[in-house]
């Protein structure tokens, strides 16, 4: 099976073209140790590109446990390129079918990438999260069964988010123990990725990233979009903001609402291979 090896920022996905692929069982069996640093190919997660009904084509991610995601923002800076270098594509701009609904990325003449995500959902049933007395949930108590007090602010990208701003930034010890706990919190019913993030001051903030089925990334594009969106929201930016992670720095805008979150950074091919999933 051929594989391309893509990265957004350091968070890096196997990529499979499934256009003509009956059944991603086989692949998907082997998630775990295809995604394996040490026994596997090694990624974040596994993205297959997909024939659509209702737009150009359609993404699916993977995590690294094999569970699925709704959306990868980085994912889908990498999807847009590679899916154009293909020639599945001939547009620069075009509509990817996501589990968080029709979202349209744009590939830039500096080959950056510019993503309209679509509109944050802020309601607590959406995000999905329960058992916090505001909605949408602003800076509200949580208390980890680490017993770790913190403010919180949810937002869901298509996928769920919890945003804590701290003091400094998290060391991966830090991230582990407290990042898996409020991933598996009872608040958040389907999971939350978890961003602690720093503000740095003229709408720049350092972010680090426990994602859901994953673990510490070195980015996170839907984390950089809900980390803006929650920034604004605790009038800690206005209207844009540049989130550095420990692969770069995304640009993301929200003119707050129902207005449209734009993401804009990078995306690289590393290399490419062949495997065969009863071997690996
Ligand atoms: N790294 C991704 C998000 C991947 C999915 C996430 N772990 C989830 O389960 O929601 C991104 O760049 O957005």
């Known amino acids: 099976m051929h594989f391309t090896k893509w990265n957004g920022c350091g968070n890096d996905f196997v990529f499979i073209n499934a256009m003509h692929m009956d059944d991603l069982k086989p692949v998907l069996d082997k998630c775990e ?25 359609r993404m699916r991610i993977f995590n690294a446990d094999g569970s699925e995601a709704e959306m990868c923002g980085n994912g889908i800076r990498c999807f847009a390129r590679w899916a154009y270098e293909l020639g599945l594509v001939s547009t620069r ?27 944050p959902h802020l309601e607590a049933a959406v995000v999905p999260t329960t058992g916090f007395s505001g909605n949408p949930v602003v800076s509200e108590e949580l208390v980890s069964s680490t017993g770790s007090h913190y403010k919180v602010t949810c937002v869901s990208m298509g996928n769920p988010h919890c945003v804590i701003f701290t003091d400094n930034v998290p060391d991966d010890e830090f991230l582990k123990k407290e990042g898996s706990a409020i991933e598996k919190d009872v608040h958040f019913p389907r999971k939350t990725n978890v961003e602690f993030v720093h503000p740095l001051g003229n709408n720049r903030f350092r972010m680090r990233v426990w994602e859901r089925g994953t673990g510490i990334t070195m980015a996170c594009g839907t984390g950089c979009c809900a980390t803006a969106v929650a920034a604004i929201l605790n009038g800690l930016a206005k209207d844009e903001a540049y989130i550095d992670v420990d692969g770069g720095t995304l640009h993301i805008s929200w003119k707050g609402g129902d207005s449209h979150v734009f993401m804009t950074g990078p995306a690289a091919m590393a290399f490419e291979g062949d495997f065969t999933p009863e071997l690996i």
């Open 33 to 57: 140790r295809i995604c394996d640093r040490h026994f596997g190919i090694g990624a974040d997660g596994i993205i297959f590109v997909l024939p659509s009904q209702k737009a150009d084509l």
């Open 93 to 119: 701009r075009f509509s990817v079918e996501t589990g968080a609904g029709i979202l349209y990325p744009e590939i830039l003449d500096d080959h950056r990438v510019r993503v309209d995500m679509g509109a």
